[in-house]
């Protein structure tokens, strides 16, 4: 079993940042994808980013160079630095943690004011 702890969520006016949070604790594998997702009301969850063991990145194309996830490996977090946010990144922000199995947080909620 693997518990994940987000944090980092609010209000912020358009135009400012956030940064997420996810520490990733219990059986952690060697090799693991942690990523961010997002759903806002009436659509379906989406990919935000992901940063595989190997330290490769996948981003939407909606956030590209808005967004940046960053992790600690010690410490098996993994962050979301976003800035230049906009009102269309409004949602429910989830961590994902996929090895031998997947878990999810429990989800913190970004809102952009515009």
């Known amino acids: 079993q693997v518990q994940l702890v987000e944090s980092g969520g609010g209000l912020v006016q358009a135009g400012g940042s956030l940064r997420l949070s996810c520490a990733a604790s219990g059986s952690i594998d060697i090799m693991y994808v942690m990523g961010w997702y997002r759903q806002a009301p009436g659509n379906q969850r989406e990919l935000v980013a992901n940063?595989?063991?190997?330290?490769?990145?996948n981003y939407a194309d909606s956030v590209k160079g808005r967004f940046t996830i960053s992790r600690d490996i010690a410490k098996n977090t993994v962050y979301l630095q976003m800035n230049s946010l906009k009102p269309d990144d409004t949602a429910v922000y989830y961590c994902?943690?996929?090895?031998?199995?997947?878990?999810w947080g429990q989800g913190t909620q970004v809102t952009v004011s515009s």
């Open positions: 994902k943690y996929t090895g031998r199995g997947a878990y």
């Open positions: 940063i595989i063991s190997g330290g490769i990145t």
